[in-house]
T-cell receptor, first 114, second 114 residues
Framework: RKEVEQDPGPFNVPEGATVAFNCTYSNSASQSFFWYRQDCRKEPKLLMSVYSSGNEDGRFTAQLNRASQYISLLIRDSKLSDSATYLCVVNPSQGSSNTGKLIFGQGTTLQVKP | EPEVTQTPSHQVTQMGQEVILRCVPISNHLYFYWYRQILGQKVEFLVSFYNNEISEKSEIFDDQFSVERPDGSNFTLKIRSTKLEDSAMYFC????????????FGPGTRLLVL
């Protein structure tokens, strides 16, 4: 089983649509979870951290289900500028063994069309 | 806003040659990382570095690779005897554990081994 698994897409949606991405992770001891955004040939940029209680940042909502080892990202009212690859990222370490290592999923491509 | 910088942006080298990729992390950050992304594939962790020593390295990070913080600002990745399969985008990242786990990525160095 892959450490972090995502549907690669692409997801093609019209402007204004709501779109959801899912991700599963294999290490049940993982403590930290993130969504990063990557534009073509650019560096990953943090979109948001994912907390156990779920969290929202404007049009973006992230959810974590530890029991199912499942992370989601919901984008409401999609904009053309949301077109990018969305990376599900997990830090599998914890406590004193936490070295900051990040494990990336392969990414889900979103294309928002006018 | 402070940012991670990397030089060069592109590097072309012949197989068997040594390359040094340079990074300037954000100035008050204490943790440094190298990741690579082969074209069309996911971002992969190479190494984390803290307190002037490697804190974790991946299976990819074999004897061909080394890292160094030669002064108070630079963080380098050396690849000895490059191979065709070393062609990739190499990202440097840094984080400040006192603020949170967010890793800030540099723009990357695209390495092409011929």
């Amino acid at each position: 089983r892959k450490e972090v698994e995502q549907d690669p897409g692409p997801f093609n949606v019209p402007e204004g649509a709501t779109v959801a991405f899912n991700c599963t992770y294999s290490n049940s001891a993982s403590q930290s979870f993130f969504w990063y955004r990557q534009d073509c040939r650019k560096e990953p940029k943090l979109l948001m951290s994912v907390y156990s209680s779920g969290n929202e940042d404007g049009r973006f909502t992230a959810q974590l289900n530890r029991a199912s080892q499942y992370i989601s990202l919901l984008i409401r009212d999609s904009k053309l500028s949301d077109s990018a690859t969305y990376l599900c990222v997990v830090n599998p370490s914890q406590g004193s063994s936490n070295t900051g290592k990040l494990i990336f999923g392969q990414g889900t491509t979103l294309q928002v069309k006018p | 806003e402070p940012e991670v910088t990397q030089t060069p942006s592109h590097q072309v080298t012949q197989m068997g040659q040594e390359v040094i990729l340079r990074c300037v992390p954000i100035s008050n950050h204490l943790y440094f990382y190298w990741y690579r992304q082969i074209l069309g594939q996911k971002v992969e962790f190479l190494v984390s570095f803290y307190n002037n020593e490697i804190s974790e390295k991946s299976e990819i990070f074999d004897d061909q690779f080394s890292v160094e913080r030669p002064d108070g600002s630079n963080f380098t990745l050396k690849i000895r005897s490059t191979k065709l399969e070393d062609s990739a985008m190499y990202f440097c990242a840094s984080s400040d554990p006192w603020v949170g786990e967010t890793q800030y990525f540099g723009p990357g160095t695209r390495l092409l081994v011929l």
